[in-house]
């Protein structure tokens, strides 16, 4: 390569490291959804901004506190999951982190995605709560825990379904606490919920494609960019994916499921498989039971559990 053309080639790469250091820094910070909202947002490689996510917030630690601040400090835009304050013990909730912006910058807050409508038996990880995850899969089976505790009996157990008319009742109950969350957000993805029928979540807090998608286009409308996402190729939070019960798809009025088997990072697990293996594993984790029971106990008698 002769001087001139060398020359070119690093004014070029220079050119190209000025480019990216002008565009604005979009830091993500929430729980599981805050890194798929950034490859959302950074689908257009042509986007005018670069938005990067932090250590999730469910397993951020205090030894991280200084770098997650300085990456804070150079934020030109702030897309927040609005956490409570001490969220985990940890001054790292929406209110804590606000003194930590420069002044004047844009702030976008959207909700933590929980939705049991389709899973009314199923209940998630609660980082603040500090219990083990049952074994298998991260999420407890109300069934399960009542067939532990002793309130239903096992093979009783693992019959129990609740009408359709009830199914109808909590899943709207469901919609409603999202509208009630959404509404301190500048994000809206209740009616998403119900478009998307079995596609709206993986598992209770795990959601689908087009829900995330929703967020995403929210957050460029709530800070005036345009609508550049790409809708991905692959599932973002699909990793673990629960089974929908064909008898809540359709008092849900939603197309009939196409599996019955939860699928874990590409393995098929039966529901009988992890159910026996969680009562047994309950049966000797009798504080989790009791965790979970005070927890839900208003969802468990709604269901014919207690």
């Not at 939705?115 to 399960?144: N, T």
């Not at 157990?157 to 301190?184: C, D, K, M, N």
């Amino acid at each position: 390569m002769n001087a001139s053309v060398a020359s070119q080639a690093q004014q070029g790469r220079r050119a190209s490291a000025e480019d990216r250091r002008v565009l604005p820094l979009w830091v993500i910070y929430g729980g599981p959804q805050a890194d798929s909202l950034r490859r959302l947002l950074n689908s257009d490689p042509h986007a005018p901004y670069i938005a990067v996510s932090s250590t999730s917030a469910d397993a951020l630690q205090a030894q991280n506190m200084p770098g997650f601040l300085r990456l804070l400090n150079h934020a030109d835009a702030f897309i927040c999951e609005r956490l409570p304050r001490a969220y985990r013990g940890l001054p790292i909730g929406f209110e804590d982190l606000l003194p930590h912006l420069r002044p004047g910058i844009p702030v976008v807050t959207f909700p933590r995605i929980t939705y049991s409508g389709l899973h009314p038996f199923q209940v998630g990880r609660d980082p603040s709560a500090g219990l083990p995850d049952p074994p298998l899969v991260p999420y407890h089976d109300l069934r399960s825990v009542a067939a532990a505790a002793g309130t239903v009996p096992v093979e009783e157990a693992r019959h129990t379904f609740p009408s359709a008319q009830v199914i109808r009742e909590y899943a709207a109950w469901q919609l409603f606490r999202i509208r009630q969350e959404e509404g301190r957000t500048d994000c809206a993805i209740a009616a998403s919920v119900r478009s998307a029928g079995l596609e709206a979540v993986h598992t209770v807090d795990r959601p689908g494609n087009p829900l995330l998608l929703r967020i995403a286009r929210n957050v460029l409308a709530a800070l005036d960019a345009e609508d550049t996402v790409v809708d991905p190729t692959t599932m973002l939070l699909g990793q673990c994916r629960s089974p929908v019960d064909a008898r809540i798809a359709e008092a849900l009025g939603t197309p009939a499921p196409d599996t019955d088997s939860w699928t874990i990072h590409g393995r098929e697990l039966t529901l009988e498989q992890i159910r026996d293996a969680q009562i047994s594993w309950y049966r000797g984790h009798p504080d989790v039971v009791k965790a979970v029971i005070a927890a839900e106990a208003p969802r468990m008698h709604l269901l014919g559990l207690l």
